[in-house]
C-alpha cells in the first residue's frame, strides 16, 4: 500500500545573482518514501512543482553529483546547519515530521535557489599551488618514497572535497574579509609535506603570508567542527602557522 505519510520543505528561493526581489520561502508537501535523503525530497519536487498550497512554480534549482559525500556540489544549510544534502536523511533531519527548511549557503555568491558558485575555492587552490610540480611530460623514473608515517599524516589531509563547509562556519570568511579560509591552509600542509611537494613549500608558504592569509584566522575552531571529511582543520593551521613563522625568520637563510 503506497504511503500516505508527508514531509513538509521549506526552501528559501531566488531567481538569479542580481533578482533579490523574488527572494522569497516556498513551502512543498510531498510523499514520504523510506530511507528518503533531501536530494531525493528535492527530486519529488521537481515532478510536481507547486507549492504546498496548490500554486503552480518552477522546479527548485539545486546542485548535486555523486550523492555519496565524495563532490561537495549538493552543500547547503538543511535546518540552518551547513552540510550535504544527499547525505542528510529525511528521518534523521526531521524524526517527528517537523518541516524541513533548506537554504543557500551565505558565504559564497548565490546562482539560484539553492545552488551558488564556489569558484573562489578552487582560485585559492590555484593560489596556493595545492599540486606537485613536473619538470616536463617525459618519463621522470620514480620519485622519492614516502615513508608510512608521512602517508598517515598526508591521507587524512587529502579527503578535503572543497565542499565550502568551512567556510561557511568561518566567522573569519565575511563579506569584509579576504581570508582565504581553512581549505586552502590545510592543502598548504598537505602539499608541502608531500617529498616532492615540498620542493615548492616556500612559495606555498610565502601565498598565505599577506593580507588574507593565515595570519586572519581567528582561531574560533568553526571550520573543524562543520568538516564532514573530519579533518584535523585546527592542527593544519597550526602546523602551517608554525612554518610560515620559520619561513618568516628563517626563509632567507635557505634561499
Ligand atoms: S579556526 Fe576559526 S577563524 Fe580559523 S579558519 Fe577555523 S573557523 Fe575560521
Ligand atoms: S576542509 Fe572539510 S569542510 Fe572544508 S572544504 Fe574541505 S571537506 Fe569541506
Ligand atoms: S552529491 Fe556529491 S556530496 Fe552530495
Known sequence: MAST????LKVLRQDGPSSRDTKRWEEFDIAWHPRMNV???????????QTADGTKTAPVVWESSCLEEVCGSCTMLVNGKVRQACSALVDQVSPNGEPITL?????FPLVRDLVVDR????????KVKAWVHLDGSH???PGPRQSQENQEEAYPLSRCMTCGCCLEACPQVNGQSSFIGPAAINQVR?????PSGKMHAAARLESLMGEGGIGDCGKAQNCVVVCPKEIPL??????????TTKHMLFGWLLD
Not at 569558484?119 to 590555484?126: A, N, P, V, Y
Open 234 to 243: 585546527v592542527d593544519s593551521i597550526a602546523v602551517v602557522s608554525r612554518q
Open 139 to 141: 618519463e621522470l623514473g
Open 190 to 194: 598537505l602539499f608541502n609535506l608531500h
Open 39 to 49: 536530494i531525493s525530497a528535492l527530486m519529488e519536487i521537481r515532478k510536481n512543482p
Open 5 to 8: 505519510k508527508t514531509i513538509r
Open 103 to 107: 537554504a543557500p549557503m551565505t558565504k
Open 119 to 126: 569558484s573562489r575555492m578552487f582560485e585559492d587552490l590555484k
